[in-house]
């Protein structure tokens, strides 16, 4: 007989550089750097989706919708509503964002680039983020 999982036995589903999945079941990431592990949460109907977000934008590119800031909130937010969650019992939560390169001379790190697009796309779909470590 298979067991329930529980917070001390679950299998955890990887979400590697790029994926994203939606379910009840519990999920992971790791070696963020500089992406970001979005967490969206529906405190309602107990299910939840995660990315593995390697870039602020996609301009416009349909390939791994995971993969940017802009596409992996869109896709998160449709399976959700697809799986009958409501925006108004979401909320959300972020790791990741390092500068990997100290020396980097741009006006802002990818880390810092992806920090703020994922910020900026959660305000634009009403949706607060309850929890940071980035």
Same mark, same amino acid.
Request: aromatic share 4%.
């Given at each position: 007989?298979?067991?329930?999982?529980?917070?001390?036995?679950?299998?955890? *589903?990887?979400?590697? #550089?790029? !994926?994203?999945?939606? +379910?009840?079941?519990? &999920?992971?990431? /790791?070696? @963020?750097?500089?992406? *970001?592990?979005?967490? #969206?949460? !529906?405190?309602?109907? +107990?299910?939840?989706? &995660?990315?593995? /977000?390697? @870039?602020?934008?996609?301009?416009?590119?349909?390939?791994?919708?995971?993969?940017?800031?802009?596409?992996?909130?869109?896709?998160?937010?449709?399976?959700?509503?697809?799986?009958?969650?409501?925006?108004?019992?979401?909320?959300?939560?972020?790791?990741?964002?390092?500068?990997?390169?100290?020396?980097?001379?741009?006006?802002?790190?990818?880390?810092?680039?992806?920090?703020?697009?994922?910020?900026?796309?959660?305000?634009?779909?009403?949706?607060?983020?309850?929890?940071?470590?980035?």
């Amino acid at each position: 007989m298979d067991e329930e999982p529980t917070r001390y036995n679950a299998k955890a *589903i990887v979400i590697g #550089i790029g !994926d994203y999945h939606t +379910g009840a079941e519990p &999920m992971t990431s /790791i070696g @963020l750097g500089s992406c *970001i592990g979005l967490i #969206i949460h !529906d405190t309602k109907l +107990g299910i939840g989706g &995660m990315a593995h /977000i390697m @870039l602020p934008e996609s301009g416009g590119k349909r390939d791994r919708l995971g993969k940017y800031a802009d596409t992996a909130i869109e896709i998160l937010l449709d399976e959700l509503r697809k799986k009958g969650s409501s925006p108004k019992t979401l909320q959300a939560k972020l790791v990741g964002g390092a500068q990997m390169f100290a020396n980097f001379s741009g006006n802002l790190s990818i880390g810092d680039r992806n920090i703020e697009a994922v910020r900026a796309k959660l305000k634009e779909n009403k949706i607060p983020i309850k929890g940071e470590d980035v």
